[in-house]
């Protein structure tokens, strides 16, 4: 019992020094989005957002309060290098212009070709293992999961 306690209690402590990336806790970051977000993401500024939001841009799921973070993670990017220091990360990732939906477009690449790979491993392992294979419909579902 003790030594659970003990473990518990560290898990606790090293949840209270993980922080968030160096941009997350800017607070030149943290104002920025809770204003824009007061601006633009309640009552009628966000029919107007909404209205103004490019379709594969909500079809996507990008929101609002997304849309806020991205912009002031670009106005606290700016102010770091206005005053010759490094660019900070936000949310644990570089920052990386959007194109179209992407944030990152050299991500989601690679991701869509690892699925590629996946789906062809598939197709290839349904034509090379019988279906009575013991395993077979466990490897098949494994397959369909999504990040193993």
Not at 11 to 24: C, E, K, M, Y
Not at 30 to 53: I, M
Not at 116 to 123: F, G, I, P
Request: charged share 15%; with cysteine; aromatic share 12%.
């Amino acid at each position: 019992m003790a030594g659970r306690t003990a473990g518990l209690m560290l898990l606790a402590g090293a949840a209270a020094l993980a922080s968030g990336s160096q941009g997350d806790r800017e607070p030149v970051y943290r104002d920025c989005v809770l204003q824009c977000e007061e601006r633009n993401c309640s009552g009628g500024a966000l029919k107007h957002f909404r209205s103004r939001q490019p379709i594969y841009m909500s079809l996507a799921g990008w929101t609002c309060r997304d849309d806020c973070k991205y912009e002031c993670m670009w106005v606290t990017v700016g102010l770091y290098l206005q005053e010759g220091h490094k660019v900070p990360q936000f949310h644990g990732k570089w920052p990386f212009s959007r194109f179209l939906f992407f944030q990152e477009p050299a991500s989601a690449v690679a991701s869509f070709l690892n699925g590629l790979a996946s789906l062809v491993m598939l197709c290839r392992y349904r034509t090379s293992v019988p279906a009575s294979s013991p395993m077979y419909p466990t490897c098949v579902a494994f397959a369909w999961l999504p990040g193993r």
